[in-house]
């Protein structure tokens, strides 16, 4: 978290050696042009798509172009296990830092009693 934390305050155009004083590694991508953090132990690699720019909303959409995932991160289905992420999120409203991970539902499952 602090290092993630760090990187979006410090520019590495004012601070070259950011990785450095970080302690983490940056490695090019094979894939897009951005940096792939070495210990980060998920990297969604993203080319932009499209630029939505109304009156009611500006958004920003990225096309998934790889993932990187540490194999501790994999269910027994090989598939990315979200509980073992231990992602964060970001509150813009209050700029704080919150832990996901529980379960709370299953997808095309919780609304079945509506249909």
Do not use: W
């Amino acid at each position: 978290m602090a290092v993630a934390d760090y990187y979006g305050m410090v520019s590495g155009n004012k601070v070259p050696d950011k990785f450095a004083k970080s302690g983490y590694h940056a490695v090019k991508s094979e894939f897009v042009n951005a940096p792939i953090i070495e210990e980060f132990p998920i990297t969604l690699e993203c080319e932009l798509a499209e630029v939505i720019d109304t009156d009611n909303m500006f958004a920003i959409v990225g096309k998934i172009i790889n993932v990187c995932v540490n194999e501790e991160l994999l269910g027994d289905d090989g598939k990315v296990d979200a509980s073992r992420i231990h992602a964060l999120m970001f509150d813009q409203f209050h700029f704080d830092y919150y832990a996901a991970g529980s379960k709370v539902g299953k997808a095309f499952h919780e609304g079945k009693e509506l249909i």
